[in-house]
């Protein structure tokens, strides 16, 4: 059974916790409290299997504190990540600014492809959903760009994360054939 581990990385109140727990259908949380460190959430999707050989899939989605007293641990828990998904919010013009050192430091560090990679712009409840003014410079916009919003259309946000997950199980999964094969031949 394959086991993916994905990080969920932004500035603080983005809405990481909030998106984390809705996409592995955790516990909901009602009060902002930033999050210490990282929160780990372990969780199956039926959805997503390896493959199509219909195996079982495992995920570690590791919910990381966005202050930057946190920045000594990042080295902690990037490592052996499979995938990285930046979470901020729309709404926050400084938000769109740190993304470049949330992506240089999680994506571009660790050799990560893009394809590893998900920006979700996030819009709080009542925040409006302006999806169509938001620009991205080089290189964020070759990343894919997924905007959220859980009170208007949360079925949008959990499609493109299972599509997303389904991306990474695939990537794992042939670089393991490819290994396999290196070991026979």
Request: aromatic share 8%.
């Amino acid at each position: 059974m394959l086991k993916a581990k994905i990080l969920f990385v932004g500035p603080c109140e983005s809405g990481k916790t909030v998106l984390a727990n809705f996409l592995t259908e955790s516990s909901d949380i009602t009060e902002y409290s930033p999050t210490q460190g990282v929160r780990i959430l372990e969780f199956e999707n039926p959805h997503v299997t390896s493959n199509n050989k219909g195996t079982g899939c495992e995920f570690e989605l590791w919910d990381c504190g966005g202050d930057a007293k946190f920045e000594s641990c990042w080295p902690a828990l990037m490592k052996d990540a499979h995938g990285v998904v930046i979470v901020f919010n729309a709404d926050i013009p400084s938000h769109r600014k740190e993304m470049e050192m949330w992506y240089s430091c999680f994506v571009q560090q660790q050799s990560l492809q893009d394809t590893q990679c998900m920006l979700i712009a996030h819009h709080k409840p009542g925040s409006g959903d302006d999806k169509g003014s938001l620009s991205l410079s080089p290189p964020l916009n070759k990343l894919k760009l997924v905007h959220s919003n859980l009170e208007d259309d949360p079925e949008e946000i959990r499609m493109e994360f299972i599509k997303y997950l389904k991306s990474i199980i695939n990537s794992m999964s042939e670089s393991r054939d490819r290994e396999e094969m290196s070991i026979m031949t």
